[in-house]
């Protein structure tokens, strides 16, 4: 298994532009999960999604994030429009099904950059 | 609402020295506890996780944590740390029985010097 795929890895945009991060858990996976991490915050879980159903999104900081998983095998993060202080690693993670016993399993990550 | 604490936010250790890095939670119920390492530039991996049973639990590279139900604790030590062991380590917990959310301490970084 190709594990957690995120792209792109790395991206640099100028504020006010619209991003837009992609993820494919792994196949199989029910949970999705969106987190951001900075030095200042540490890691915060954004949002999470169960069998493409978004649960809590209570971590999404405005209106300018949005995601969506219109399918098992894909999910997107956007932020539009963004801003600077947007500027962060995004990571995207899933895990099977079965309560809460199985760990989460990451992807590579996307650095995002806003200029 | 729980919280996990990692107290130490910085660690610096030189090759061989005995580590333990804290890890408190709060949260009333019954829950299941993790330790992920981040190694530079890296995604997170999974350490080791508690779920039931011996409260001692022993993860890959040499890892292995307690889980002290009356201190609400589940510190991570390792005998021997090596260089490579060099990343930044999370502690996190979920409620068991509910969904997959996990909660994440602020994580420690861990230099270790040869």
């Known amino acids: 298994d190709a594990g957690v795929i995120q792209s792109p890895r790395h991206e640099v945009t100028e504020m006010g532009q619209e991003v837009t991060l992609r993820c494919k858990p792994i196949s199989g996976h029910d949970y999705l999960f969106w987190y951001r991490q900075t030095m200042m915050r540490g890691l915060e879980l954004l949002i999470y999604f169960n069998n493409n159903v978004p649960i809590d999104d209570s971590g999404m900081p405005e209106d300018r994030f949005s995601a969506k998983m219109p399918n098992a095998s894909f999910s997107t993060l956007k932020i539009q429009p963004s801003e600077p202080r947007d500027s962060a690693v995004y990571f995207c993670?899933?895990?099977?099904?079965?309560?809460?016993?199985?760990?989460?399993?990451f992807g590579p990550g996307t650095r995002l950059t806003v200029l | 609402a729980q919280s996990v604490s990692q107290h130490n936010h910085h660690v610096i250790l030189s090759e061989a020295a005995s580590l333990e890095l804290g890890c408190n939670y709060s949260y009333g119920g019954t829950v299941n506890l993790f330790w992920y390492v981040q190694y530079p530039g890296q995604h997170l991996q999974l350490l080791l996780k508690y779920f039931s049973g011996d409260p001692l639990v022993k993860g890959i590279k040499g890892f292995e944590a307690e889980f002290i139900k009356s201190k609400f604790s589940f510190n991570l030590r390792k005998p021997s740390v090596q260089w490579s062991d060099t990343a930044e380590y999370f502690c996190a917990v979920n409620e068991r029985g509910g969904y997959n959310k996990l909660i994440f301490g602020a994580g420690t970084r861990l230099a270790v010097h040869p």
């Open positions: 993670a899933s895990s099977p099904l079965a309560g809460s016993y199985n760990e989460q399993f």
